[in-house]
């Protein structure tokens, strides 16, 4: 892994990240941890990531035993994990939290079960130094799963 890759900036997503690269922008670890990799970035305006859902999540153990069903609410962390992930391009915010002030206008459109990939998008609508607007979605192939808008701020 090269050091500029490490350093911060938008070369490190514009390249694409994997799981252990994302680890060094998010403060979240296993189990909290949902997205898998970045695989598009364009600075100020998008960001598109993965989550690979298998059944071996500690949630699928009581979330519908027997019929596993992602928790709809871990599907909007999923992508308030990759959003804020706009806010940390910046070598001066390493080690700062993106953290998740708002969410508005959820909405859950299909079922999330194993052996899903959820395409996690999120499009910048507004974007100030701390604070961040987007419009999010999950996607299972062309199948819209979830939406919801969501609001941001850098916190130390």
């Known amino acids: ?53 298998t059944l071996n999540e500690p949630f699928f153990q009581g979330h519908f035993p027997g019929r596993p069903v992602m928790p709809g609410v871990l599907i909007l962390e999923a992508l308030a994990q990759l959003s804020g992930l706009i806010l940390l391009k910046k070598p001066e915010d390493r080690g700062k ?5 708002a969410v508005d206008k959820a909405r859950f459109r299909r079922m999330v079960i194993p052996g899903d990939q959820l395409r996690l998008e999120s499009d910048v609508i507004r974007q100030r130094r701390i604070l961040l607007q987007v419009r999010t979605r999950a996607l299972v192939g062309e199948e819209l799963a979830c939406e919801a808008e969501m609001m941001f701020k850098i916190m130390e």
């Open 1 to 53: 892994m090269s050091e500029e890759r490490l350093s911060g900036g938008s070369a490190f997503l514009a390249d694409g990240a994997d799981i252990v690269q994302l680890m060094e922008y998010l403060p979240h670890r296993y189990p909290f941890l949902l997205v898998d990799r970045v695989i598009e970035y364009e600075e100020d305006a998008r960001i598109v990531g993965l989550k690979n859902v």
């Open 97 to 101: 939290v993106g953290l998740f002030l």
